[in-house]
């Protein structure tokens, strides 16, 4: 009986050890909250959030300044994964910073586009190229479809287009497979 | 299956070539019902194209090429139609002689059922070749040699269509050990490999022995299934005519996947190629006989790469296999065979790894090494999946080692990071497992699902990252173009105190600084002359170009049709 | 319309749980030969209560009823059921533990392929718990009085009448002898005082393993089982009885008798095996069949219970993913990354 006693307690002494151990050797040296926070964000920086940029709003909720669901680019998946970081609740998305929208990308009507450049000291990724008169475009690729080079296009030319799935983006679907009905399956 | 040291050097097994070769085994496969002998029966048969073609721009792996013609070109056969765009990218050509109806957006043969941007040409008859100059090789340095595979189009034509100039540098050693040419084909209905060998295996003993020397390699082996017993006796016979040296066909046996590239190369060599390693750096490389053949044409005759040999079976009342220039329609070609009444669907490949068709006019392509007409009766759909009862079949069958149950598990679960530690990478979606399931569950699917999700999150995080770097870049050059200014402002000091500190008083006023309202001036000016312009006739300065101007413009065409195509809200998938 | 592969195995669970009910049929004509007929009442008993069972879980998880009850599965565990419980037990216990292993060890875990434990081994275990008397019923061997079994099954006879029918298993025996006050029985007096006693195993029984083996041979050539657990099963159940009964044979029965009595064949090839709640890599399923004949010979040698399988193989179940996760087989490529890159 102690001899049995004993074993167990020497195993749980052994086995303490070596989670002790494992936990000190394999420790992450984690990113700070605040990186960890600002690369779940999408990076759109489009200030729907109320701060200037991705950045500045990870470092609010970080401070606990600001709440979780300010980011309408990241939607629900975003809100999602930053409840999961914080341990916090999921949350709706607030309403007063918008609304998810499919993924856009802005699009310049170039028949129409003057030149004037404001376009391209709002593109706060340097999405946008041309110089002074000549005609701008959009590199699509970079562009993270935040909207602030619409409101200061003087003519308008600027539209923000959802992106479209083609062939290399496109996904495979989940599998789903309904179970045909009990009478036919046996069949 | 043991590999251990015993081909430390596969190379030196290429100086007795007629010793019985080691043959090495891989894990698993299967032995479906293959019946390749309906379609082997007739000879290829040289198909020319009649109706309109629709060739896509993107027919390989890498960059999708741009258009260099317009609508109303007269093209030749074989004139160039899309530039490779950057080097991981291939050329197009057009498959015959005609005029440049549109480049638009056509249906692409993918199960996505989505557009791309294709040159559709109608073809006048005549299939008038552009002049054909052969390539000298030995004059070239390896790097035009290569870009000059790229520009003839030349992809792999086992079906990954890899651009084949970037499978031939020697590696990290600057030589090889073994070049392994593929003429397993171990898809069931697939012939067209078959009749190659059958029926050119001169150009390809040629092909292998180009291949050879631009890759070093110290012997090229030339794998067959034993199932193909014609093949191997005329490819032995073309060799022996040749009289080239260290080129050896060997005999492998018949196993689904060992026409495998990775399998192949293990089975002839005993080398396991890991997933995302360079197979160069393990001294093998591995080229399609179709590819070898490709090459044989490009640099000895000069032709670029504009038709492929093309099995046409399973639903139809005469199997065969065609030489089809890219951008026919497959329904023009299945048509050819008779198909039953009860075909309701088209596939692209075998049975195995093929991929249904989203309708019947697709065009063929670079990949299309087979169009498999399918009906209910001949693949009648799946029996209800039931739940995985874990009897490990698939793993017993699976050619990669992995536990494609594990695999499902995760994927179905949606835990991506677990399913890539079980190497979900490393699924070569040969279908094996599927295969052998007795719960009938579309593993492969729920791999290619998983796979497709996780590579767009990546995408997705690298774009984020792109972005965050791209704004953080933004931050720091406005930063400094702030300082920079103050910078001028002190120098403009020296010279007057006055002015300066006008200056200063004026930019941190936030009123209008003349430099601002001089801007709105012209912006209104120009406002004014963008309406004035609108109103007007758009000019369009389009009379008589060169036909250089006028590719240009094409393509710039080309770029906006697709930009704004891309930028179509797209409808809902129907499933 | 599905993707590729567009043709499949013609295969199916249903086929593979046939067969394996296919292969028990040999043992089973031995175990009629030699115990009677009522062992064929049982089997029927536990497969219309596993059928029941089935349904009615099937129905309240609003599952396909046709596609899942004609599976199988839910039959093999009602045979195995049968099978390791006497064949005179009274009917409720088979019934009970049927419709037991069905609800609570399947489907409370999520249903076919998901349950951690052998389902017929933990129906075996918690009647062994809360009915020893009744789970060491054992027919006689050579009692053929059909009459006489089906009464002892369905309740209307005496327990002494049950008693003149029944006797010890030989790994009973041998226990109550080595256990008993008289220390000085050894192994070769008490089989041979023993009536239970056949010519390599138990009286009869040994005759029914071989039967087990050879179903079990012929669903390894049907590629249903690989050869691993079956193999380090009786290997490691053979090697532990022949080196203690070398160091004693006085007190450690030797590896024939081991291996031809109690479950150890139908263990071998048919209990161990189970794919669901056992390892699936070839090494796991090595580690995991040797762990079960390991604990069994312990449990037989040392425990309370007379035969040890079930005990084995639930303490093994738990174990067995972690057995999977330290035995993932190297992946293509992945085992020669070092010797073979320049
Ligand atoms: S182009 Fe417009 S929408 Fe796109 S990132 Fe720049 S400012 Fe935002
Ligand atoms: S073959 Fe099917 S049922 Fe068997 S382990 Fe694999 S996935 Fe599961
Ligand atoms: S499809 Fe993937 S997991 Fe399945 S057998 Fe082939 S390589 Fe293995």
């Given at each position: 009986m102690i001899a049995a006693i004993l074993v167990m307690a020497l195993g749980a002494v052994i086995l303490g050890a070596a989670l002790g151990f494992a936990a000190v050797k394999f420790r992450v040296e984690g990113d700070p909250l605040v990186e960890k926070i600002d690369a779940i964000l999408p990076q759109t920086q489009c200030g729907q959030c109320s701060y200037p940029g991705c950045k500045p709003y990870a470092q609010a909720i970080a401070k606990g300044e600001a709440d979780i669901n300010q980011c309408p680019p990241g939607g629900e998946e975003g809100i999602r994964k930053l409840a999961d970081l914080l341990g916090r609740e999921v949350k709706e998305l607030s309403a007063e910073h918008g609304i998810e929208k499919p993924k856009s990308v802005a699009f310049i009507d170039e028949q129409v586009c003057i030149g004037c450049t404001l376009c391209i000291q709002a593109c706060p990724v340097d999405a946008i190229v041309g110089a002074a008169k000549q005609m701008h475009t959009i590199v699509a690729d970079q562009c993270t479809g935040c909207e602030l080079c619409v409101p200061p296009c003087p003519v308008n030319c600027i539209s923000m287009e959802p992106l479209a799935e083609d062939v290399e983006s496109w996904k495979w679907k989940y599998p789903v497979f309904t179970l045909t009905p009990a009478s036919k399956a046996s069949a | 299956m043991e590999v251990s040291g015993i081909h430390a050097h596969p190379g030196q097994q290429g100086i007795c070539m007629k010793t019985l070769r080691r043959l090495f085994d891989f894990h698993g496969g299967i032995k479906p019902d293959y019946r390749k002998e309906s379609s082997t029966g007739d000879p290829i048969t040289v198909v020319s194209a009649s109706t309109s073609l629709v060739i896509p721009l993107h027919q390989s792996i890498g960059g999708p090429p741009r258009p260099i013609v317009c609508a109303g070109d007269r093209v030749l056969k074989g004139q160039r139609i899309g530039d490779a765009d950057g080097n991981v990218s291939s050329a197009v050509h057009a498959s015959t002689s005609g005029t440049v109806t549109a480049v638009e957006m056509r249906l692409m043969p993918h199960t996505s059922g989505l557009s791309a941007l294709c040159v559709i040409i109608e073809p006048d008859g005549r299939d008038e070749w552009m002049p054909l100059q052969p390539f000298d090789f030995r004059a070239a340095t390896p790097t035009q040699t290569r870009d000059y595979l790229r520009d003839a189009g030349v992809v792999g034509l086992g079906g990954a269509v890899f651009p084949s100039h970037l499978k031939l540098s020697p590696g990290k050693q600057g030589k090889l050990d073994t070049l392994v040419i593929n003429g397993a084909e171990c898809e069931p209905f697939i012939t067209c490999d078959d009749v190659l060998m059958r029926e050119r295996a001169e150009g390809i003993i040629k092909g292998t022995a180009l291949m050879r020397e631009m890759l070093a390699a110290a012997t090229a082996l030339i794998g067959i299934e034993d199932n193909k017993p014609e093949a191997i006796a005329a490819m032995n016979q073309a060799l022996q005519q040749s009289g080239i040296a260290h080129i050896e066909v060997v005999v492998v046996p018949t196993r689904y996947p060992a026409g495998g590239a990775k399998q192949l190369i293990r089975v002839l060599t005993g080398i396991e190629v890991p997933h995302g390693k360079r197979s160069t750096d393990y001294g093998v490389q591995c080229f399609n006989v179709g590819t070898a053949y490709a090459i044989h044409e490009a640099i000895d005759l000069g032709k670029p790469l504009i038709s492929r040999i093309v099995t046409v079976a399973g639903n139809v009342g005469q199997a065969r296999n065609f030489e089809v220039p890219f951008g026919m329609s497959m329904q023009n070609l299945a048509d050819r065979c008779n198909p039953r009444p009860d075909t309701d669907r088209l596939i692209m490949g075998g049975p195995m790894m093929g991929v249904l068709m989203p309708a019947a006019d697709v065009p063929v392509v670079k990949a299309t090494n087979c169009v498999l007409v399918g009906s209910p009766k001949l693949f009648p759909p799946p029996p209800p999946e039931m739940p995985c009862i874990r009897c490990g079949e698939c793993a017993k069958v699976c050619p990669a080692d992995l536990q494609p149950f594990e695999l499902y598990w995760f994927s179905r679960a949606k835990i991506f990071g677990k399913a890539q530690e079980y190497n979900l990478f490393d699924c070569i979606e040969c279908g094996c497992c599927a295969y052998v399931c007795p719960s009938h569950i579309p593993l492969v699917d729920y791999y290619r699902f998983a796979k497709s999700e996780i590579w767009a999150r990546e995408k997705e995080k690298t774009s984020a990252d792109e972005a965050r770097e791209r704004y953080e870049f933004r931050l720091l050059r406005e930063e400094r173009e702030k300082q920079e200014k103050a910078a001028k402002l002190a120098a403009k000091t020296a010279a007057g105190r006055e002015k300066a500190a006008a200056a200063i008083a004026d930019a941190e006023k936030p009123a209008e600084t003349p430099e601002q309202a001089a801007k709105k001036a012209l912006i209104s000016a120009a406002l004014e002359r963008a309406r004035a312009e609108k109103a007007s006739v758009v000019p369009e300065n389009t009379g008589n170009l060169t036909s250089a101007q006028q590719a240009e413009i094409s393509a710039i065409e080309a770029r906006r049709a697709e930009i704004r195509e891309m930028a179509k809200p797209h409808l809902p998938p129907d499933d | 319309m599905n993707n590729s592969p567009f043709f499949l195995k013609p295969t199916s669970v249903q086929s593979v749980m046939l067969r394996v009910m296919a292969a028990l049929i040999p043992g089973i004509a031995a175990y009629v030969w030699f115990f009677g007929a009522a062992i064929l009442v049982q089997l029927a008993l536990a497969s219309v209560a596993a059928l029941a069972a089935e349904a009615l879980m099937l129905s309240l998880r609003g599952k396909p009823l046709t596609l899942f009850l004609t599976d199988g599965s839910a039959l093999v565990t009602a045979w195995l059921i049968a099978l390791t419980f006497p064949s005179i037990a009274p009917w409720w216990l088979t019934v009970f533990a049927t419709v037991a292993a069905i609800v609570i060890a399947k489907h409370l875990y999520g249903g076919l392929g998901q349950n951690p434990f052998n389902p017929a081994m933990v129906a075996f275990a918690l009647m062994i718990v809360a009915y020893p008397q009744l789970m060491s019923q054992w027919p006689a061997a050579g009692n053929h009085e059909f009459a006489a079994q089906l009464q002892a099954i369905f309740g209307t006879r005496t327990i002494d009448a049950i008693d003149a029918m029944t006797m010890a298993t030989p790994l009973d025996a041998l226990r109550t002898a080595l256990h008993s006050a008289e220390a000085k029985t050894t192994v070769a007096g008490a089989l041979q005082s023993s009536t239970a006693s056949g010519q390599f195993g138990g009286k009869g029984w040994e005759w029914v393993g071989v039967g087990y083996l050879l179903g079990g041979l012929w669903l390894i050539q049907q590629r249903i089982i690989t050869w691993h657990m079956p193999a380090a099963f009786i290997a490691a159940l053979f090697v532990l009885a022949g080196l203690f009964s070398l160091v004693d044979s006085t007190q450690f029965a030797g590896p024939m008798f081991h291996l031809f009595t109690g479950g150890a064949m139908l263990g071998a090839f048919f209990i161990v095996t189970d794919p669901v709640s056992g390892a699936t890599t070839p090494r796991g399923k090595l580690i995991f069949a040797a762990g079960v004949g390991l604990l069994t010979w312990v449990i037989r040698t040392f425990?309370?219970?007379?035969?040890g399988i079930a005990f084995a193989v639930l303490l093994m179940n738990i174990t067995a993913p972690l057995i999977d996760l330290a035995t993932q087989p190297p992946v293509f490529g992945h085992k020669n990354d070092k010797g073979q890159t320049p």
């Open positions: - | - | 425990g309370a219970y007379p035969d």
